[in-house]
């Protein structure tokens, strides 16, 4: 393995002295990227959000590495360390218990002390569940996402989040811890109605689970089955589509129901946006509400 990643990566240049933010797999450990195992090999340390879950995960790969525990809640203190290592010309590498540092985890403190200290950050890209929850959601509409991350625990700020949410019309990201799901669930419900949801349940992992359906129904799909309960959660909120009067999307439907009838779906979409200057992604929706219903 770290032969095949050495022959893989090894081209590339590794300066001495950086920092390497170092994604790891979120769940399947296949995903870890034959770059990252390159640089996990290079390193004179590797600095993590929990030596317990990072020293498996290098035993796995036949390294032996100093480990430096850089977490929430010891991130500004332990930054000094780590830039001391890379002013002696170490090499340290960064990672999260899953996924891309800093993103709703530990890094950011620590790379803006680093980059505040003009040694370089080198960015080791892999698995994101953000990403992977957007790449199988099917949001037709959305042409990008807000991420959101996790919501607030306290009611009134939580209230006011979800209302939020309810009011943005782009595409967002959410993730939740399974002794919440069910209450943000609820509050989806009741605050975004019918909006599309998919709710994405141990990503990568083998009881992997994505559904789409209304927001409505979430608390009502999670009440059928306790296992359903389980796990980390990803939720994509759908973008709303914007909004015409009744005459327009009655004169897009009719644009679209002959095209449709002529040609394949995405030309007959491309056609129909250039015709009518209408958002392609929202004709695109609706092209495939008309083609499933008169299926």
Same mark, same amino acid.
């Given at each position: 393995m770290l032969q095949a990643a050495a022959a893989a990566a090894g081209s590339q240049q590794y300066p001495a002295g950086a920092l390497y933010v170092v994604a790891?797999?979120?769940?399947?450990l296949a995903d870890l990227t034959l770059r990252a195992i390159h640089v996990l090999s290079l390193v004179d340390a590797?600095?993590?959000e929990d030596t317990r879950h990072t020293a498996p995960l290098l035993r796995h790969l036949g390294l032996d590495k100093p480990l430096l525990a850089v977490h929430q809640h010891n991130e500004q203190s332990s930054a000094g360390d780590v830039i001391a290592r890379l002013a002696r &010309?170490?090499?340290? $590498?960064?990672?999260?218990?899953?996924?891309?540092? *800093?993103?709703s985890d530990p890094g950011a403190v620590l790379v803006a002390a680093v980059a505040v200290s003009g040694r370089p950050v080198v960015a080791?890209?892999?698995a994101s569940s953000a990403v992977t929850a957007v790449s199988v959601a099917g949001d037709t509409v959305g042409s990008g996402?807000?991420?959101?991350?996790?919501?607030?625990?306290? &009611?009134?700020?939580? $209230?006011?989040?979800?209302?939020?949410?309810?009011? *943005?019309?782009?595409?967002?990201?959410l993730f939740e811890a399974p002794h919440r799901i069910e209450a943000l669930a609820e509050g989806l419900a009741e605050a975004c109605g019918g909006r599309a949801v998919t709710l994405c349940r141990e990503l990568t992992k083998q009881f992997e689970t994505v559904a789409t359906l209304p927001a409505s129904a979430l608390p009502g799909w999670l009440a059928t089955d306790p296992n359903r309960l389980r796990?980390?959660?990803?939720l994509v909120l759908h973008a709303v589509a914007p909004s015409e009067s009744a005459d327009e999307a009655?004169?897009?439907d009719i644009v679209l129901?002959?095209?449709l009838a002529e040609l394949p779906l995405k030309q007959a979409v491309s056609l129909a946006a250039a015709l009518s200057g209408a958002p392609r992604n929202a004709l695109y929706a609706r092209a495939l509400a008309l083609k499933d219903a008169s299926a």
């Open positions: 790891t797999p979120i769940g399947n590797v600095a993590c &010309g170490e090499r340290v $590498a960064y990672v999260s218990d899953a996924g891309t540092p *800093a993103i080791v890209p892999g996402f807000l991420f959101i991350g996790f919501l607030p625990t306290k &009611g009134n700020e939580r $209230a006011l989040a979800l209302k939020t949410l309810a009011a *943005a019309s782009e595409t967002q990201v796990g980390e959660f990803v009655a004169r897009h129901r002959t095209l």
